[in-house]
């Protein structure tokens, strides 16, 4: 795997290694394990060490001959930022109705028109594997120039087996050629398709029948998604297309009080997914109930905002003991954004978390929310080596100037990818 790689006199090594165990809570979050001018030695493609840079010339005396240095000095290191939440494979996109957005139309009456999630789901099934293949590798692409190397992406685009197959195996596919680790979730309920209207439960049938089982038997999918809000699935549907998911060993995730308060995050609890989305409505009961449960609250800041909506409460969340992960949610309707670090922007504009806050729920927590951390999230011994290096000083000058990109490099396994 070629020479070792010793990054040296980083102004600041952000390790996210702390001694808490489990999806990082209240002040935990604002422990980022930094290192002054930090040091990193990575062989075989894994982290080997982390500590000062005069730890790392002490422990590493008579091999510093056969690394490939890199000097990092007055740059920032952390570690490769990890999207939770996306809908990274689809077909088509979706201007005109952003357009509609602006002008008045609300998301939920342009979907239930035909457009929305059903405008996807035309142009998802009017395209081929290729052509699918081809237009998310380009986004894969842009999220690894923004420093992220680890990204959940959700089906749900096919909405009847031959299409939501399809969607699960392009990913399989650009998870082997792409770089960047790709995590697939089926959410074959992100809505009922037009063929089955007025006959809601038969599409839920299909699901735990046809769809459910297949996916599992084709090994395509680690969790299973529902998009529990009023007019798509009641909490009653998403319970049982998630306890089905279940019996055939899919971890539930639920996208939860998005546009209205609808009881999705007491039911994240109950079914006890690994994590709830969006949660811009959420009740303090069910806020309550998910930090009695351990689910974490994957917050999407860039959709509320591109929605025009209020952010999601994550203080509320955060004082109540809730885990808080933050995502881009990358869809063509209501987050056309590959940008980690403009999530990040706006975890502390819109949601007053600190950019300490903000970095940990881009890292160790989004790591937590995929079952991704014993390979990502941070810097630490025998963990992938995914990591960035960014041209500023210190992680607050990475939250403070926004809306820019200030990645200089980023590593993927050990690999120079940017
Ligand atoms: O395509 O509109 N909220 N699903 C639930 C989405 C947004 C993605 C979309
Ligand atoms: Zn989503």
Not at 93 to 113: D, H, P, S, V
Not at 163 to 178: D, G, I, S
Not at 179 to 187: A, G, K, N, R, W
Request: hydrophobic content about 40%; charged content about 25%; overall charge negative.
């Amino acid at each position: 795997m070629g020479k070792p790689i010793w990054i040296k006199y980083a102004a600041q090594l952000v390790t996210m290694a702390s001694s808490a165990k489990g999806p990082r809570k209240h002040e935990e979050m604002s422990d980022l394990g930094v290192i002054e001018d930090g040091s990193l030695w990575i062989e075989h493609g894994v982290v080997v060490r982390a500590g000062s840079t005069e730890q790392l010339e002490q422990h590493f005396a008579n091999r510093a001959h056969e690394a490939e240095i890199v000097d990092a000095y007055g740059k920032l290191v952390t570690p490769g930022l990890v999207d939770p939440h996306t809908h990274v494979v689809y077909g088509g996109t979706r201007e005109q109705e952003f357009e509609k957005r602006l002008k008045g139309i609300n998301y939920m009456e342009i979907m239930n028109a035909g457009g929305g999630i059903h405008a996807t789901s035309r142009m998802t099934r009017e395209a081929d594997e290729d052509e699918l293949f081809e237009q998310s590798f380009a986004r894969l692409d842009s999220f690894l120039r923004h420093g992220v190397t680890t990204v959940e992406g959700k089906s749900g685009y096919g909405l009847n087996l031959e299409t939501e197959l399809k969607q699960l195996r392009v990913m399989k596919k650009l998870n082997e050629a792409h770089p960047i680790d790709l995590i697939p979730t089926f959410m074959g309920a992100h809505a009922v398709p037009k063929e089955y209207k007025g006959r809601e439960d038969d599409y839920v049938n299909h699901l735990i029948d046809t769809m459910i089982p297949r996916v599992a038997e084709e090994e395509l999918a680690r969790f299973n998604d529902v998009f529990c809000e009023k007019n798509v699935f009641t909490p009653e549907q998403s319970e049982r297309i998630l306890e089905a998911g279940k019996a055939f060993g899919l971890i539930p995730k639920v996208h939860a009080d998005e546009i209205e308060s609808y009881s999705g995050a007491e039911l994240a609890a109950r079914v006890g997914a690994i994590s709830a989305e969006h949660l811009l409505k959420a009740s303090d009961e069910g806020i309550a109930a998910m930090a009695e449960s351990g689910v974490i609250a994957c917050l999407l800041p860039a959709t509320a905002l591109y929605l025009r909506e209020e952010a999601a409460h994550a203080r509320k969340m955060i004082d109540a003991g809730v885990a808080v992960a933050i995502s881009t949610d990358c869809n063509p309707g209501s987050s056309p954004t590959t940008s980690m670090p403009l999530v990040m922007n706006l975890a502390c504009i819109s949601m007053r978390m600190t950019p300490a806050e903000a970095l940990c729920a881009a890292t160790i927590n989004a790591a937590f929310a995929i079952g991704a951390e014993e390979d990502a999230g941070s810097i630490e011994a025998g963990k992938k080596a995914d990591v960035v290096m960014w041209n500023v000083p210190n992680y607050q000058m990475l939250q403070y100037a926004f809306g820019v990109n200030h990645v200089a490099s980023v590593w993927k396994n050990g690999l120079q990818v940017v």
